[in-house]
Structure formats: C-alpha cells, structure tokens
Nanobody, 124 residues
Framework: VQLQASGGGLVQAGGSLRLSCTAS????????MGWFRQAPGKEREFVAD????????NYAVSVKGRFAISWDRAKKAINLQMNNLKPEDPAIYYC??????????????????WGQGTQVTVSS
C-alpha cells in the first residue's frame, strides 16, 4: 500500500475533522500531495494540495478558508484539517501523490498513486 488515509467519520455541520494520509517512501519522496473527493453521482474533484517543498498550497474555492493542508514530515504524511464542515462536504476523500506544475493545482492526470479513500459524513 503506497498511501493510507485515515480520519474520516461523522460530524455535525459546523464541526471539524482531521484527515491524515501516510505515504510509503516511494510515494513520498519528491512528490506533491493532495486530496480529492467524490460524492455519490459526481465526478472526483480537487480539494487541496501541497507541493513537495511545502512552499505552495492550493485549495478549491469551496473549501478555501475552512480547510488547511500541511506536511507531517516525521510521518511522511499530509494532514487535512477541515473546519466548519458544511452539508455539501460529505464525500469519499482520497489522498494522492504526483508531480504537478508549480502554478496549477494537482489534476487527476498528475496522480501517480491514490489512497483507498475515507468517508466523511456531515449531519445537519
């Protein structure tokens, strides 16, 4: 397993969750990492990414100001702190690694490894 995601669950609207994704050495070194999500009946969409150096982060408009992505170098992992969760946030969240253009967010075509996904559910 190259990527192992954890931290999903059920939370009330307005609440918080923290997702983590631990990478193997192969999936970690010199890779940009990020999160995508897929709700039932919808296409997988970009959520957030962070480049290998940690000098650039991108967020989807819908989560900007509420979600924060960060590296945990000691664990070869990324974290996604999700605050003020809304009814439109529920989905399966997938972590991913790849290499992207510095100026653009991760695209599905950039991805080399996908994690298994973790479910996020928000109750109103």
């Amino acid at each position: 397993v190259q990527l192992q995601a954890s931290g999903g669950g059920l939370v009330q609207a307005g609440g918080s969750l923290r997702l983590s994704c631990t990478a193997s050495e192969r999936a970690y070194i010199n890779h940009d990492m990020g999160w995508f999500r897929q709700a039932p009946g919808k296409e997988r969409e970009f959520v957030a990414d962070i480049n290998w150096r940690g000098s650039s982060k991108n967020y989807a408009v819908s989560v900007k100001g509420r979600f924060a992505i960060s590296w945990d170098r000691a664990k070869k992992a990324i974290n996604l702190q999700m605050n003020n969760l809304k009814p439109e946030d529920p989905a399966i969240y997938y972590c991913a690694t790849g290499n992207k253009n510095y100026y653009t967010p991760l695209r599905t075509t950039d991805i080399e490894f996908w994690g298994q996904g973790t479910q996020v559910t928000v109750s109103s």
